[in-house]
């Protein structure tokens, strides 16, 4: 594939100012280049991943993030019209102990807490967890979430719908 420029994007604050003015259109909230689930932004041709990828009002700021919406995007520029689908995924090691993150855990109306683990749920359906040390149960709910979600569009039929702005 030939292209004309390739950015490359480091950190959690996305450097777009010079972007004012192009046709990328912004999350004024974020600073985030908008894009809808195919990571196209809404200029032709123009797909975001990373740090500065702002998919349904929300940027992931984790490198596992980044590398799947790369491979997305750039599959998607050859034409291959999938879908960003991954669940919000976040680590650190913090003093020899694993902390992991997975799905909404804000948004949850419910909570249940174990020894080094919590589950999040609304409405009663499990849409995130926080785990200390427990990869095994993080990893399947990881895995059922992801389940859930559609993976292809028609290939260029992504912004047809628009791209959402930011949530409040």
């Given at each position: 594939?030939t292209?004309?420029?390739?950015?490359?994007?480091?950190?959690?604050?996305?450097?777009?100012?010079?972007?004012?003015?192009s046709?990328?259109?912004?999350?004024?909230?974020?600073?985030?280049?908008?894009?809808?689930?195919?990571?196209?932004?809404?200029?032709?041709?123009?797909?975001?991943?990373?740090?500065?990828?702002?998919?349904d009002?929300?940027?992931?700021?984790?490198?596992?993030?980044?590398?799947?919406?790369?491979?997305?995007?750039?599959?998607?520029?050859?034409?291959?019209?999938?879908l960003?689908?991954?669940?919000?995924?976040?680590?650190?090691?913090?003093?020899?102990?694993?902390?992991q993150?997975?799905g909404?855990t804000?948004?949850?109306?419910?909570?249940?807490?174990?020894?080094g683990?919590?589950?999040?749920?609304?409405?009663?359906?499990?849409?995130?967890?926080?785990?200390i040390?427990?990869?095994?149960?993080?990893?399947?709910?990881?895995?059922?979430?992801?389940?859930?979600?559609?993976?292809?569009?028609?290939?260029h039929?992504?912004?047809?719908?628009?791209?959402?702005?930011?949530?409040?």
């Amino acid at each position: 594939m030939t292209t004309d420029a390739v950015v490359l994007g480091i950190g959690a604050r996305p450097a777009t100012a010079w972007l004012a003015g192009s046709n990328v259109a912004l999350d004024p909230r974020s600073g985030g280049v908008l894009c809808d689930r195919s990571l196209a932004t809404s200029a032709p041709e123009v797909w975001a991943a990373g740090d500065v990828a702002c998919v349904d009002g929300e940027r992931s700021e984790h490198w596992t993030a980044a590398g799947e919406q790369g491979r997305v995007a750039g599959a998607n520029a050859a034409g291959a019209g999938e879908l960003f689908t991954s669940v919000p995924f976040a680590w650190s090691t913090w003093h020899g102990h694993r902390i992991q993150v997975v799905g909404e855990t804000t948004a949850a109306d419910e909570e249940e807490r174990e020894p080094g683990f919590i589950v999040y749920r609304r409405d009663g359906i499990e849409v995130g967890a926080v785990g200390i040390d427990s990869p095994g149960p993080i990893a399947r709910l990881r895995r059922a979430l992801a389940a859930q979600a559609p993976s292809r569009i028609e290939p260029h039929t992504a912004l047809a719908g628009g791209i959402a702005p930011a949530r409040e």
